[in-house]
């Protein structure tokens, strides 16, 4: 069904400018970045769910202008999760593959 509409006080963000997310895919022993531009620092957070809708990080709330999160990825399981920017007038979200690092060759 989607999810549920937003309510009118909020807008969505233009994801491709303001919220940047790096390496995608990322792999389950590395470091994933996310980069935000609060350009009217308002109040916001950043959240991770699995596929499966569990909360699996939550950021404190932030109002500085730049913002860069940097997560390790080691304990993540191989899949796909869904992080949304939430702020007092913005929204925005982006999906993420997770994989599985291959052994290297050397081992």
Do not use: C
Not at 75 to 90: C, E, M, N, T
């Amino acid at each position: 069904m989607g999810e549920a509409p937003l309510s009118t006080n909020k807008i969505y963000v233009n994801e491709a400018a303001s919220l940047h997310i790096s390496p995608n895919p990322v792999y389950t022993d590395n470091t994933l970045s996310i980069r935000y531009y609060n350009g009217d620092r308002q109040t916001s957070y950043i959240e991770i769910t699995n596929s499966f809708g569990q909360l699996i990080y939550q950021s404190e709330e932030f109002t500085s202008q730049v913002v860069l999160h940097t997560l390790s990825t080691e304990q993540w399981k191989p899949g796909f999760y869904v992080v949304r920017l939430i702020a007092d007038k913005a929204f925005a979200k982006r999906v993420i593959r997770v994989k599985r690092q291959l052994p290297s060759a050397s081992q």
